[in-house]
């Protein structure tokens, strides 16, 4: 089964139309891919993005305490790689990921060595 787009005019598969319950035929007048285009429009434009903005403040709002434990459980996985690049951000040079770990107060910690003659 076919049906034509309205954005591109091309006579396209019924499986590349999204769904949509209010047409006859229970899929949208536009194809995936011009639907992809009007959405990366629509978005880009100042409107969309305040729309974007609404809608993740409302969803931060609204989800908060899984948010937080998200981003407990990612800190808590990801404990060196954080700590290692944050110790390379702090002093702009860094050389290759060391093998060694040290513990300091609980917490994973790498020992770096720095050469401070290398430029960035």
Do not use: W
């Not at 035929?25 to 429009?41: E, I, P, S």
């Not at 040079?93 to 060694?100: A, F, G, H, L, R």
Request: proline share 2%.
């Amino acid at each position: 089964m076919k049906k034509i787009c309205k954005g591109c005019g091309r006579n396209r598969k019924i499986g590349k139309f999204g769904i949509y319950s209010r047409s006859a035929d229970g899929k949208n007048y536009y194809c995936r891919d011009c639907m992809q285009l009007v959405t990366k429009r629509y978005k880009s434009s100042a409107k969309g993005r305040a729309c974007v903005r609404k809608s993740n403040r409302e969803y931060k709002k609204k989800n908060k305490e899984q948010i937080r434990k998200f981003n407990r459980e990612y800190y808590r996985k990801n404990i060196d790689r954080i700590l290692y690049n944050k110790k390379c951000r702090e002093t702009l040079i860094c050389e290759e990921k060391p093998d060694k770990l040290k513990i300091n107060k609980g917490r994973l910690m790498h020992s770096i060595e720095i050469n401070p003659m290398r430029k960035r």
